[in-house]
């Protein structure tokens, strides 16, 4: 009788702890695929400002000249070509917390969603910008930022 006792005690012992084990292991994965998830926006979101959104290739990186126009929900950056043409813009709305590009005499585009934070400003021959974006999943949230300096070519 004893021997069942012990081993049956033994068991759930075992049990509760391999359980608790996969319930830490549980949570740490999904808040490490949040945090990927949360990178991943923040690099795409970059990616296609500095090369151009649906593979244009006409991003900040190809501007001879970028204006930051400040607003009341965000900012604009308008783009000029080397000639002086007018490029697309780029437009930061807090109120959606959405990036959206907006081709020269075309429809825009929204490239990036859930960003919580984006600033941009003009320090010497080049455009300084940087990402926050913020994610929620029931219990668990991250935020991810990235930064990134774009030279003028010419």
């Keep these: 009788m004893i021997e069942v006792l012990l081993a049956s005690a033994l068991s759930t012992l075992v049990l509760a702890s391999a359980l608790g084990l ?38 900040l990186r190809t501007a001879g000249n970028i204006q930051v126009v400040a607003g009341g929900d965000g900012w604009t950056l308008q783009t000029e070509d ?18 959206f590009y907006v081709p020269a005499g075309g429809t825009e585009v929204r490239f990036a969603d859930s960003i919580a934070q984006a600033e941009a400003a003009i320090v010497s021959n080049a455009l300084d910008v940087s990402i926050r974006v913020a994610l929620q999943q029931g219990r668990l949230s991250t935020t991810q930022e990235l930064h990134t300096i774009i030279r003028w070519r010419n």
């Design 82 to 99: 080397d000639e002086g043409m007018a490029g697309g813009t780029y437009e930061y709305r807090a109120s959606q917390q959405a990036l």
């Design 22 to 59: 996969f319930l830490s292991y549980q949570w740490a994965h999904h808040d490490l695929a949040l945090c990927v998830e949360a990178q991943r926006k923040a690099t795409m979101a970059l990616s296609r400002m500095v090369y151009g959104v649906g593979g244009t290739n006409r991003g």
